[in-house]
């Protein structure tokens, strides 16, 4: 979603409940049994996350920037273990 769309408008209920607007869940392809993780962000602002499936699937590769290539990794971990023979 490129920019905010208005897609309704709920209230709270007495019990603490809320109803989303269908038009919002179908623009966003959310379905009944869905789990949701509930973020704050100050300022009144509350966020809905629908919860992958799969963590592992959802995050792998994505900091692939932060630790660099697997070539990388190997390397490190290589240098890690001749250090530690050194040590010896």
């Known amino acids: 979603m490129d920019k905010p769309m208005l897609l309704g408008e709920t209230t709270i209920t007495g ?3 809320i109803s989303l607007p269908a038009r919002s869940l ?5 379905t009944k049994g869905d789990r949701l993780i509930v973020e704050t962000l100050g300022d ?3 966020v809905l996350i629908r919860r992958p499936a799969s963590w592992t699937d959802t995050f792998a590769g994505r900091m692939t920037d932060v630790f660099g290539t697997h070539e990388d990794t190997l390397g490190y971990l290589e240098g890690e273990r001749r ?3 050194e040590e010896r």
């Open 44 to 46: 009144g602002v509350m």
């Open 15 to 17: 019990r603490s409940q």
């Open 26 to 30: 179908r623009v966003l392809g959310w």
């Open 83 to 85: 250090s530690w023979a």
